[in-house]
């Protein structure tokens, strides 16, 4: 099994706009490396969850699959979403001839909006539903004018120059996902996105193994196979065992229904949708993202409604328990969606009343165990029905073990890049893959920023490229710099310390203070004049003629932190402020 060197996980920040946290180094120059073969570039989505970006280039031209984000971490105060570090892919724009799209959901569409910006008049391709997601993003920032879309459907081929690309249907939890099958000029590769094998999918559009079979008769260059269930064995459930589950559980419930689900499970949601008709339930839909993305799917033809079953979220009051269903988001706990705030009593047109039905058909996300854990104890309380943690109202989009083997028998690669997944989920797959008889030597389990180069002969890690993670906050467009993210880091754990001083212009000497204001944290009275004292002598001790403002106050913030520690075993935020007069 093949690996880079360095192992060690990318660095969280840097110092560089847009903000990023720059890894490799990047030639800069569109073309002015020549290799012998297929240069596949993973930008994201390896050794983590999120961020898909990948890079595939022959000398003189690239395509792009996936372009996606992932949700900041907890430590990560204030960022809204974390995107791909596009540095390498502008160096080489000249190159780019598409970006093509495998599905719809956040993590592998969501960056797109930022690249528009910095790789103007790409051409994008995507299935219909894809299509109008990303028209909905790009039109939240005023870019729909910015890109060329080109919608296709599976079995569509695409061809741009040194690349083929056929579009394979594959089932996933989001409607119109594919794999792509990139023919290039040293043999084909497989790109299979997210996917699970449904025999019993709720569209009935079953994956396309037989295209699959196809490709691997003729023979593969290379599969780049989702691994984020690697770690689950046999099969997944199907939507249509979900169906079952969710009919059971929701026959009979006297009080309102209320269902927590994926704002992008389209297929889920028509599934709930088609249940609460057939009970006689008005359907209200509660979260902008649920709103968007049924809309979406309604204009594109993934659901179908009348518009006589649906009533507004603030009509719901008016509607008898018994004949009303809520779908909602909320089912990761975040403080701020729908359904926790009806468990807070904090929404405006729902209460939650004994009586009531509340079920998640979802997954807790790792790392969210403790907000839906809170969330679930909060139902209880109101004397709600709750089904949770049952693995029957929900099926992963995901392949388990026995789909990944599956595709690899069928396509029958030379080359093997487990992607999409935790290092833990790209070694297990490629354990799979061994024992599937493909070599050890075949086998690459890359990280971002790490370039394969294959070709008929052999594969090998090129030197890593530029890449990273920019953070994005509110609306902005423009990364937040890592001082900024530390600051709030330190407000948020330490409080803040503002020290007022006031010099003399003629010799330096203090007129005043320091006088000492904290918030945050609380501090005793003669604990805080231990600590102005000291500032005083310190900083009296330490003074030099002719110091400019900007160099006062960094002796000042050093002197102050030094004392909070040492007097209060603080490390708060400091800002001292010198006047001079």
Known sequence: MSQPKNEKSPRRGSKSRPQRQPQGNSSGQPGATKFDGIKITPLGGLREIGMNVTCYETSKHMIIVDCGLMFPEETQLGVDVVIPDFTYIVANASKVQGLFITHGHEDHIGAIPFLVRQVPKLKIFATRLVAGMIRHRLKERNLENAVTIIE????????????????????????????????????????????????????????????????????????????????????????????????????????????????????????????????????????????????????????????????????????????????????????????????????????????????????TIPGNERSVSKLVNQLFLKGARVVYNNRRVHASGHAYQEEQKTMINLVRPKYFIPIHGEYRHLYLHSELAKSMNIPDQNIFILKNGQPLLLNEKEGKVLPEEVNGRVFIDGSSMEGVEEPVLMDRRSLGSQGIAVVHMAISQKDGELVSGPNLVTSGFELSAQTRKEIEDEIKEIFSSTYEEGKTQRLLRIDARRIIRKSMKKKADREPLVLPVITEI
Do not use: W
């Open 152 to 363: 296709v459907a599976a079995k569509d081929r695409v061809n741009v120059n040194d690349f083929s690309v056929e579009f394979i249907a594959v089932n996933h939890s989001i409607a119109d996902a594919c794999a792509l099958a990139i023919d290039t000029p040293h043999g084909v590769i497989i790109h299979t996105g997210d996917f699970k094998i449904d025999y019993t999918p709720v569209d009935g559009r079953v994956i396309d193994l037989p295209s699959f079979a196809r490709y691997g008769e003729n023979g593969v260059l290379a599969l780049l196979s989702d691994s984020t269930n690697t770690e689950s064995v046999g099969m997944s459930a199907t939507e249509g065992v979900v169906r079952q589950a969710l009919d059971e559980e929701i026959e009979g419930c006297k009080g309102k229904v209320i269902v927590s689900a994926f704002s992008s499970n389209i297929h889920r949601i028509q599934t709930l949708m088609d249940i609460a008709k057939k009970f006689g339930r008005k359907i209200a839909f509660d979260g902008r993202s649920i709103l968007n993305n049924t809309r979406i799917a309604r204009e594109t033809g993934y659901m179908h409604f009348e518009d006589e079953d649906i009533i507004p979220i603030k009509d719901t009051k008016g509607i008898a328990p018994q004949k009303l269903m809520i779908i909602t988001t909320g089912s990761q706990g975040e403080s701020l969606a729908a359904l926790p705030r009806m468990a807070n009593d904090g929404h405006a047109h729902v209460k939650i009343k004994p009586g009531d039905t509340i079920i998640f058909s979802s997954k």
